[in-house]
């Protein structure tokens, strides 16, 4: 059975809340878990101390017997100190699409056109 620490929903609608949970990786989102290790309100501002509450106790616990934290988890984990993240690194992602750059090039022209029609 693969476990996951991963997050669950709660709140209402457009007011998210989420439980930090251990699950079974086949069990849905919202369903059925076997502990509650903290929570995290995205409501709050960053700088919230109760934003992000964590069990450091039972995730140390439940990382020794071989669960898997999701990314969002991880990075919660890596900021209490509990786990390392590893860094990661696209620079193509940063890069502009085919469409983005022919827009760009169109309008550089247009401009090119502008000045040169108002210095004649």
Same mark, same amino acid.
């Given at each position: 059975?693969?476990?996951?620490?991963?997050?669950?929903?709660?709140?209402?609608?457009?007011?998210?809340?989420?439980?930090?949970?251990?699950?079974?990786?086949?069990?849905?989102?919202?369903?059925?878990?076997?502990?509650?290790?903290?929570?995290?309100?995205?409501? %709050?501002? &960053?700088?919230? =101390?109760?934003?992000?509450?964590?069990? #450091?106790?039972?995730? *140390?616990?439940? +990382?020794?017997?071989? !669960?898997?934290?999701?990314?969002?988890?991880?990075?919660?984990?890596?900021?209490?100190? %509990?786990? &390392?993240?590893? =860094?990661?690194?696209?620079?193509?992602? #940063?890069?502009?699409? *085919?469409?983005? +750059?022919?827009?760009? !090039?169109?309008?550089?022209?247009?401009?090119?056109?502008?000045?040169?029609?108002?210095?004649?």
């Amino acid at each position: 059975m693969s476990l996951k620490i991963r997050l669950a929903r709660g709140g209402s609608k457009k007011r998210p809340y989420y439980h930090i949970v251990v699950a079974d990786a086949r069990s849905p989102r919202d369903g059925r878990f076997l502990e509650k290790l903290g929570s995290w309100n995205p409501m %709050l501002g &960053k700088d919230d =101390a109760a934003r992000v509450e964590l069990n #450091a106790d039972r995730i *140390k616990h439940w +990382l020794d017997n071989g !669960a898997q934290p999701t990314d969002r988890v991880l990075r919660f984990l890596d900021q209490a100190g %509990l786990s &390392k993240r590893p =860094a990661r690194s696209n620079p193509e992602k #940063a890069k502009p699409g *085919k469409k983005a +750059l022919e827009r760009a !090039a169109e309008k550089k022209q247009k401009a090119e056109e502008a000045a040169a029609a108002a210095a004649e």
